[in-house]
């Protein structure tokens, strides 16, 4: 009897977290914090895609760029439908912004024939790198990434003013573009 009791005793705990997570209100929210606020962003140095190498070189360096404009960083994957829903907002953003932030997009667990694909598909005129090398994400390591697609806004001076997990909007994207700029 004392074994049922207890039996169901978990039971019932178990069943009220699982209601307990299907019924909670979604806040929205998609600014999920990252230690590294205000900390200087890991330099990395990664392969251009082959379109902007006359531009980039063969490699990207981020710490070459650091202490001359602001950058925002996109990691993005060609299968990833958020990712699909902004990119027409940050190629126009860095149209806009050309000469006074740099935008640089960072493909992340995804081939390079998919992605040369995705970059034509949106015309995307802003250097992107890819994330492996050697099969190995390492810069989605060091940068914590939660998910897909994530951008990292990044003040002239190097150090991380925003993350954004998920979708950027155009709202938010002028908004931190402002703060880059002050």
Not at 28 to 45: M, V
Not at 63 to 76: A, M
Not at 111 to 134: C, I, K, Q
């Amino acid at each position: 009897m004392k074994r049922l009791i207890m039996v169901v005793a978990v039971v019932a705990v178990l069943g009220g977290l699982f209601y307990f997570g299907l019924t909670r209100t979604n806040t929205g929210r998609s600014d999920i914090p990252t230690a590294r606020l205000n900390q200087p962003a890991k330099d990395f140095e990664l392969p251009v895609f082959a379109r902007y190498q006359g531009d980039y070189g063969p490699t990207f360096k981020l710490s070459d760029y650091i202490g001359k404009q602001p950058l925002i960083i996109n990691f993005w994957a060609s299968w990833c439908v958020p990712c699909r829903t902004e990119m027409p907002m940050l190629e126009n953003a860095s149209r806009n912004y050309r000469n006074q932030v740099l935008f640089l997009g960072i493909q992340y667990n995804d081939t390079e024939g998919a992605g040369n694909d995705f970059l034509d598909e949106f015309n995307v005129t802003y250097p992107n790198v890819r994330d492996d090398v050697n099969g190995r994400s390492l810069v989605a390591i060091d940068y914590a990434l939660f998910g897909l697609p994530e951008t990292f806004f990044i003040r002239t001076d190097g150090t991380i003013l925003h993350k954004q997990s998920g979708a950027v909007t155009e709202a938010l994207l002028e908004q931190k573009i402002g703060e880059l700029l002050q």
